[in-house]
Nanobody, 124 residues
Framework: QVQLVESGGGLVQAGGSLRLSCAAS????????MGWFRQAPGKEREFVAA????????SYADSVKGRFTISRDNAKNTVYLQMNSLKPEDTAVYYC?????????????????WGQGTQVTVSS
């Protein structure tokens, strides 16, 4: 399994932007599809975005389409989540995860590797 460390969270006003990063350990990063998930207080963790091993395929939750962009740099073992036009309802702890199957990441089930999360708070 790959070890993951998220960063880049913080407090931002509605309409603002943040870029999250997730750094992965190991030399096999390019063999993993990656995903971002989030969990708001009192709610279940939900899928946000996923990217395939090569970066060619991406998938987004309807709630973030057109506002968030997932990308990766395999040379830096890092996946990013650019978040624009942030809304108060985007407030949550954001986690990254990894799996060798893109479909498994999108489904958000059975994922073995998770980071510790980074807090994103959007004020109105």
């Amino acid at each position: 399994q790959v070890q993951l460390v998220e960063s880049g969270g913080g407090l931002v006003q509605a309409g603002g932007s943040l870029r999250l990063s997730c750094a992965a350990s190991g030399r096999t990063f390019s063999s993993y599809s990656m995903g971002w998930f989030r969990q708001a207080p009192g709610k279940e963790r939900e899928f946000v975005a996923a990217i395939s091993k090569s970066g060619i395929r991406t998938s987004y939750a309807d709630s973030v389409k057109g506002r968030f962009t997932i990308s990766r740099d395999n040379a830096k073992n890092t996946v990013y989540l650019q978040m624009n036009s942030l809304k108060p309802e985007d407030t949550a702890v954001y986690y990254c995860s990894a799996d060798q199957s893109f479909q498994t990441v999108v489904a958000g089930q059975g994922l073995g590797s998770w980071g510790q999360g980074t807090q994103v708070t959007v004020s109105s």
